[in-house]
T-cell receptor
Framework: GAGVSQSPSNKVTEKGKDVELRCDPI?????LYWYRQSLGQGLEFLIY????????KSGLPSDRFSAERTGGSVSTLTIQRTQQEDSAVYLC????????????????FGSGTRLTVV | GESVGLHLPTLSVQEGDNSIINCAYS??????FIWYKQESGKGPQFIID?????DKRQGQRVTVLLNKTVKHLSLQIAATQPGDSAVYFC??????????FGPGTRLSVLP
């Protein structure tokens, strides 16, 4: 697609339930990132996928959080047994692997999924 | 490290004035920098980038300045307009991967 697509755009869930957030990166982008943004705050890194390499999970806040990326494209972020402090906007971004021919290899972000845990 | 749990500083400017948003980065080895703009309810969007072999880069109404000596980045917006109201993030990287984002600054344009 033309941009990074995230679904759903909004999700309200009850405390203790599991949720799945989906990210469709730009076709051909080998790198995919998940960030969390709490209200009025900055970007908190969660996890990074690069090609077939093992993902960098160093930002995941607890073992209730996991993510996978199938076929080097679509990614799913799963939060198990959601807590109220998980309420935030979850942003996905993708990028090309840097090469000398690329003038802009920054991230392209999706619009995010706003998760509210009640 | 990554930006976590910080309340955003706010910069208020009068419409038509110039805005300067500052950012301190952490890694002296970073060689590529980007400024992002995030409007309410949207994901961050690329504004302008600069490589470490440059001190200044200009776009349309925006200029980015890089001072590697003190690890400082700034974004200048000329003739600030109401549509410039947003949160602005700087991001640093080495070799264009795994960007580290600053805490963000909220720009508020006053009529």
């Amino acid at each position: 697609g033309a941009g990074v697509s995230q679904s759903p755009s909004n999700k309200v869930t009850e405390k203790g339930k599991d949720v799945e957030l989906r990210c469709d990166p730009i076709s051909g982008h080998t790198a995919l990132y998940w960030y969390r943004q709490s209200l009025g705050q900055g970007l908190e890194f969660l996890i990074y996928f690069q090609g077939n390499s093992a993902p960098d999970k160093s930002g995941l806040p607890s073992d209730r959080f996991s993510a996978e990326r199938t076929g080097g494209s679509v990614s799913t972020l799963t939060i198990q047994r959601t807590q109220q402090e998980d309420s935030a906007v979850y942003l996905c971004a993708s990028s090309l692997l840097r090469d000398t021919a690329t003038t802009n290899y920054g991230y392209t972000f999706g619009s995010g999924t706003r998760l509210t845990v009640v | 490290g990554e930006s976590v749990g910080l309340h955003l500083p706010t910069l208020s400017v009068q419409e038509g004035d110039n805005s300067i948003i500052n950012c301190a980065y952490s890694n002296s080895a970073s060689d590529y920098f980007i400024w992002y703009k995030q409007e309410s309810g949207k994901g961050p969007q690329f504004i302008i980038d600069i490589r470490s072999n440059m001190d200044k880069r200009q776009g349309q109404r925006v200029t980015v300045l890089l001072n590697k000596t003190v690890k400082h980045l700034s974004l200048q917006i000329a003739a600030t307009q109401p549509g410039d109201s947003a949160v602005y993030f700087c991001a640093e990287s080495y070799y264009g991967q795994n960007f580290v984002f600053g805490p963000g600054t909220r720009l508020s344009v006053l009529p």
